[in-house]
């Protein structure tokens, strides 16, 4: 089997690729809108063709590419039959099995995190893809989207603790580097769930946990609901607003657009424009302390988009251009770093 395991740096999630060598069919679990291409891309150089994409939950961090995939690769899109998302091509329920190639997959329903959860085992190879229901040493929040303690704590005991020591933990996020756990440490070295800790202690420790809510759940929910095609609010592009209100469009979407009637504004330094990072062919750069003055000899009737080295800067400037006036301008969300991460082309 063929198997990959890729990251975004933004969400700090974890995107798996299987795929079986025999016949080519492949899935990807928790893919990322904004690296879409890098996956498109990976796939075609592997030579599979992808049969399902496979969320674990409707995320609250990130924006999942199932919808785009479908509409770019004829895919199908996987999700909990428990409701979510209507969206979903097909909806799973515990015990199903999904099959590419030779290969089987078993949905296990995990909720607790979300009542959406699910996670996917391959017992063949061993495997388990948990989302966020179970992590390395640690596990999802339990305080919003129908999130309960005492049922994530029965879904890891009932449905992961009880395989085999030796399976491959591989989690849905990893905000430490690490990259892969068993169940057998995790059943002794997990602080919140393993040890022998009782219901009632773990509960205790979820409550006290104090969290601030994801900072991209008011985008990430709705559009996760739809299979994260978003609404094409602005006729010019798929833009989305971020909670801040700032126009966002992912790097996928404007590296197909290059040449374009785009108007592409880098507001990084100089230093870093021919950085480490580089550069898109053709953008301009206008550092963002100088935006206001150099925007007042651009059309404002034609579509900007800004970028930068991680969309905080960019988020700015396309504010500001807004506030100028400008009617077609978004942010490329996650900037040069997600444009890199995605190995999309730079200027020579």
């Known amino acids: 089997m063929i198997f990959r395991q890729l990251f975004d740096r933004e969400s700090s999630t974890y995107t798996y690729l299987l795929g079986d060598e025999a016949t080519g069919e492949a899935v990807l679990i928790d893919p990322v809108l904004e690296l879409v291409d890098r996956d498109v891309r990976l796939l075609a150089e592997l030579g599979l063709s992808l049969k399902y994409t496979l969320d674990t939950h409707v995320h609250a961090d990130h924006v999942t590419a199932s919808g785009t995939l479908r509409e770019r690769l004829g895919s199908r899109a996987v999700l909990s039959a ?64 129908a999130g309960d303690a005492e049922t994530l704590y029965d879904s890891v005991h009932e449905q992961l603790f009880t395989l085999p020591d030796h399976t491959a933990v591989y989690p849905g996020h990893d905000y430490r580097g690490r990259t892969v756990t068993t169940v057998g440490e995790e059943k002794t070295h997990n602080p919140r769930l393993g040890g022998g800790r009782s219901r009632a202690e773990f509960v205790e420790i979820m409550a006290s946990l104090d969290l601030s809510l994801p900072k991209k759940i008011d985008v990430a929910v709705p559009a996760n609901q739809k299979c994260g095609v978003p609404d094409d609010g602005e006729a010019w592009a798929p833009v989305v607003r971020t909670s801040a209100g700032i126009p966002e469009i992912t790097v996928g979407w404007l590296a197909g657009r290059l040449g374009d009637d785009l ?49 905080g800067r960019s988020g700015l400037a396309a504010r500001r251009l807004e506030d100028l006036g400008f009617t077609r301008v978004a942010s490329a969300a996650g900037g040069m770093q997600t444009w890199n991460d995605a190995s999309l082309p730079i200027a020579p």
């Open 82 to 145: 428990r409701g979510g998302a209507a969206c979903a091509s097909v909806p799973v329920a515990h015990g199903d099995v999904l099959e590419f190639g030779d290969v089987a997959l078993e949905v296990r329903e995990t909720p607790g995190h979300t009542d959406t959860c699910v996670s996917y085992y391959l017992p063949e190879q061993d495997m388990v893809f948990t989302g966020d229901t179970l992590l390395v040493r640690g596990c999802g929040r339990t305080d919003f989207q």
């Open 263 to 311: 108007h592409v504004v880098d507001v990084r330094e100089p230093e870093e424009y021919v950085g480490e990072l580089g550069h898109i062919q053709g953008s301009e750069l206008v550092p963002l302390a100088h935006v206001e003055r150099a925007a007042s000899a651009w059309d404002p009737a034609q579509p900007v988009v800004v970028i930068c080295k991680s969309g």
